[in-house]
RNA sequence: UCAGAUGGCCGGAUGGCCGCUGUCCUUCGGGGCAGAGGAAAGUCCGGGCUCCACGGAAAUACGGUGCCGGUUAACGGCCGGCGGGGGCGACCCCAGGGAAAGUGCCACAGAGAACAGACCGCCCGGCCAAGGCUUCGGCCUCCCGGGUAAGGGUGAAACGGUGCGGUAAGAGCGCACCGCGCGACCGGUAACGGAAGCGGCACGGCAAACCCCACCGGGAGCAAGACCAAAUAGGGGCGGCAUUGUCGGUUCGCCGGCAAGACCCGUUUCCGGGUUGCCGCCCGGGUUGGUUGCACGAGGCGUCCGGUAACGGGCGUCCCAGAUGAAUGGCCAUCGCCCGCAAGGGUACAGAACCCGGCUUACAGGCCAUCUGACAUU
């Protein structure tokens, strides 16, 4: 199967600012941040470890350990239109290998699902970035008193 | 063998699958080669390079350095020596110029602490008011006047120490030795060392207190700086058109010259301030992206020569990361090392960002060389 690995990098420090603003989920090794463009160019995919999980060498191991799950998993379910940012923690280090994996592909699917009512509410245009931005402290809320 | 001192080095290895950056080759499928450190770190010093400022030099202020000589592009580094301190020793540590230029500080304790000082004590003299003793002559205590730095006590430190002489008791008052100060002269490039002789002996400590002296220092930094290309709003200049008045020409369409207009505000005039159309070209600045700076250098390795050494010179040889939300890796297996009976777990400090020379700090474990002190053996 060939696997496209060649992904577009995110490169500017407002591309970054703006995938923080979209949809978010924490997953055991990994914090995956999407943000539907609404468009239909190529996925794009950055990477970002803070320095509260350790110094230089501990943030470039995390960080290349990111990239690589990314250029296994992301060619294969990365959606058109989409930034992905993956955040790198503590665990991404001591997280075994394909716990890893299966750690990003979970938070795939969640960011994804959650796109679901985004792309009905797309024909209404611009109400839907604003609603994931605003909205989304109110939405997770309900969620918490359903579950 | 054990304990220790100094200097230096390594700081995981091999294989498989899949990637990243640079570069070269390509039959455009791909392939070859290279790819983090001793500290890449802290950003504490010193340079190169770049821009800015500046006529040269010096001075003031501020900051830094501070035994002497050498080394270097330079240094607060390094090497060699000197002085002081520590260690049985190998060796280690020290901001180590100036205190008769001046100012300041030296707490507490203590009688007295910087041209010091009699609290107790010791000694001499006086006195009989008081007390005691008396052989009735006086004597002692108290008191008064003086001498004394030997003893006690205080202190971090008390006009040097020990001994003998000396004295009323004492005192460098005298003497010997030690210490201290000055020191002809000798050795050394120098720091400094030695030292005849002289001086009875004080001229205290702190300059990481101010200060004085000598030497060094313009500022900012590769996000420096240079270049290219886009799009947007606004600025400046030039030209043309449009608008108004007037003069001249006219084929009555217009053309040319000169001048400025219109609106708003300060109550009006004068006067002053502000705003204002369209198009093209040029200039300069900001933003974004790209290129460059940017990796051949005070370069590495080997060898020879000079030098105790730091280091310098000759010859040969090699090309050895170049990213920019930032490559130099991810996963798996085997081995090594450490902990554990085993299952198993761990494998240091740490990631180039313009480049060099240092310093400092961090570091699992291990190796080598030289030297020192014990013990044992021959």
């Known amino acids: ?41 190529e996925p794009r995919v950055g990477f970002t470890v803070t320095r509260k999980v350790g110094g230089a060498v501990i943030r470039n191991r995390a960080r290349r350990r990111l990239k690589a799950a990314a250029s296994e998993i992301l060619p294969v379910i990365a959606k058109q239109g989409y930034d992905y940012v993956l955040v790198g923690r503590a665990s991404t280090l001591t997280r075994a290998w394909p716990d890893l994996l ?43 008193s359903h579950g």
Request: proline residues 2%; without cysteine.
């Open 1 to 41: 199967m060939p696997r496209r690995t060649d992904i577009a990098r995110l490169r500017k420090r407002r591309d970054f600012l703006a995938a923080a603003g979209g949809r978010k989920w924490a997953a055991n090794g990994l914090v995956l941040q999407a943000l539907d463009r609404a468009d239909e160019a």
């Open 102 to 144: 299966d750690d990003l592909r979970a938070a795939m699917t969640k960011v994804h699902g959650a796109k679901l009512h985004g792309s009905q509410r797309a024909a209404r245009g611009p109400s839907s970035q604003r609603g994931s931005g605003n909205q989304a402290g109110s939405e997770s809320k309900e969620d918490t």
